[in-house]
Nanobody, 124 residues
């Protein structure tokens, strides 16, 4: 069993940066791929970024590529999402999810454990 908790969200202005953290419990977390997703009211939860269990493979949605960076520190069982050059359209609740296998999927159905989310609001 793995539990993940997101933190680091907040209210920022367009162009600012934020770093989200996904802290996990469970000594098998380092074997899990991790993904970040986001959701706005009335919309589907959408893929943002993913990272493989050793951090060697990463993937990004086109909308965040070159602005966001996903990384992980397995010693701290934590995955990060560095978000730069934020835009108002990045406003959403951001969720972290862990998958028992795979290299980090774009499909939310591939993930077994989800956090409660952290709100990111970007003002123009």
């Amino acid at each position: 069993q793995v539990q993940v908790v997101e933190s680091g969200g907040g209210l920022v202005q367009a162009g600012d940066s934020l770093r989200l953290s996904c802290a996990a419990s469970g000594n098998t977390f380092n074997n899990y791929a991790v993904g970040w997703f986001r959701q706005t009211p009335g919309n589907e939860r959408e893929f943002v970024a993913a990272i493989s269990w050793r951090g060697l493979v990463t993937d990004y949605a086109d909308s965040v590529k070159a602005r966001f960076t996903i990384s992980r520190d397995n010693a701290k069982t934590t995955v990060y999402l560095q978000m730069n050059s934020l835009k108002p359209e990045d406003t959403a609740v951001y969720y972290c999810a862990a998958a028992r296998w795979g290299l980090g999927s774009r499909s939310k159905e591939a993930y077994h454990y989800w956090g409660q989310g952290t709100q990111v609001t970007v003002s123009s």
